[in-house]
């Protein structure tokens, strides 16, 4: 298949960068690797009843400072909820919170099906 731009986005420890610079003659690949802006925190929690449990669920909302990425885990460990943000527009509110009622009342207002956080999910988050 011929091409003139392949876009690897699989981390700063890619296999695929590896296999390509390992198996194309020297100055025939090039690659960059570049810190995209931004910030995250994980939350981990059961996953929202109406989701598939066993789907990698990206949720957006267009007046949220903040996107959820939602990794599932094994049967009965709960999942991983990525909480990102662009360094350009901190979710001051989301940080700020210092409570599981605050959080939970943050997320309710962004992302009602994320709003029953777990007590000890929103003191480690």
Known sequence: ???DLLLGCDGVRSPVRRAMSSQLPSGAFESEVRLLPGR??????????????DTV?????????????????????????????????????????KTPEELTGVLKEFFPKFADVPTEAAERF
Do not use: R
């Open 40 to 53: 995250w925190k994980t939350l981990h929690m059961d996953m929202p009843p109406d989701l598939e449990s």
């Open 57 to 97: 669920h990206a949720t957006v909302s267009p007046s949220a400072p903040f996107g959820l990425f939602t990794i599932p885990a094994p049967a009965s460990k709960p999942a991983c909820t990525i909480v990102s943000w662009s360094t350009d527009a901190v979710p001051q509110e989301l940080l700020d919170a």
């Open 1 to 3: 298949i011929p091409y």
